[in-house]
């Protein structure tokens, strides 16, 4: 009780989406118009930024592969600094808070500070960008199970190491965050774990934004395809034979 006095704030982890200002929740927008500060990340997209509290105190805690403004403590640190002084303070991440992102640790640390959190979901963008490229993740003719896994396991980021073979075998959609930089590796993996290099694959890059790309193969043929046409992070990889569908229902995007 005593410890918990100290701080008159409360911090939000507001996931801000795949970069559509439009796919921005109603709650998180709300809480960005009201903020006192805002601690945001490299991939939260320019038109979000705008929605933010002209007052409030905005604080770029970016993080981009090799590219290090805040180290992960920092960032916890400044929140509990911010918590304990100010009345709103949002840690505005991309996508969704706890897929990928970091959420869960932070909200973590803040907890055992004693400082009153509340995690506020946003769409990922595993999700959204195969929809906005036309690739359901799910479809009754085609694939009815799904998996979310990160491609960037070298770094020992994320724990246990991803078994590509189980996954492989378990899911007949896979969607892979982080996935360029080892796409041969998991390609390879993949192939070896039995999937055939005919399976498709899709690469949706700055998915939801004006400057989507997309990039279409196969296991055998997109790491070629990658390094011909110089496709980069961020993007997720989609496989499976759902990718297929991008064909027909693309053309319903404006
Ligand atoms: N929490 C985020 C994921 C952060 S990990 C979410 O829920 O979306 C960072 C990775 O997310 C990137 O390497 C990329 O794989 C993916 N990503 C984030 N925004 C993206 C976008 N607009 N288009 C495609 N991929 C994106």
Not at 52 to 71: F, T, V, Y
Not at 226 to 237: C, D, K, L, S
Request: charged content about 20%.
């Amino acid at each position: 009780m005593e410890q918990r006095k100290k701080y008159l704030g409360k911090v939000y982890l507001v996931g801000a989406g795949p970069g559509d200002p439009g796919l921005m929740t109603l709650k998180g927008k709300a809480l960005l118009e009201c903020a006192d500060v805002v601690i945001y990340d490299a991939l939260v997209s320019p038109q979000i930024l705008a929605m933010i509290n002209p007052q409030a105190e905005k604080i770029d805690a970016g993080k981009r592969m090799g590219r290090h403004s805040l180290l992960q403590e920092e960032t916890t640190y400044l929140l509990i600094e911010k918590a304990q002084t100010e009345a709103i303070v949002v840690r505005l991440k991309g996508g969704d808070p706890f897929v990928f992102g970091r959420g869960g640790e932070e909200m973590e640390d803040l907890v055992k500070a004693g400082v009153s959190v509340e995690v506020v979901p946003g769409i990922t963008s595993g999700i959204a960008a195969p929809a906005y490229a036309g690739i359901p993740l799910t479809h009754r003719s085609y694939s009815s199970s799904v998996t979310f896994v990160t491609g960037h396991e070298a770094a020992g980021k994320y724990r246990p190491a991803v078994n590509w073979s189980a996954i492989a075998h378990g899911s007949e959609t896979i969607v892979i965050y982080m996935g360029v930089h080892n796409l041969p590796y998991i390609a390879e993996q993949l192939q070896i774990a039995g999937l055939s290099g005919e399976t498709r694959v899709g690469l949706v890059r700055w998915g939801t934004r004006p400057e989507q790309q997309e990039l279409y193969g196969t296991l055998g043929t997109i790491v070629k395809l990658v390094e011909e046409n110089q496709f980069g992070a961020p993007a997720i990889a989609i496989i499976g034979s759902v990718v297929n569908l991008h064909s027909i229902l693309s053309s319903c995007r404006p």
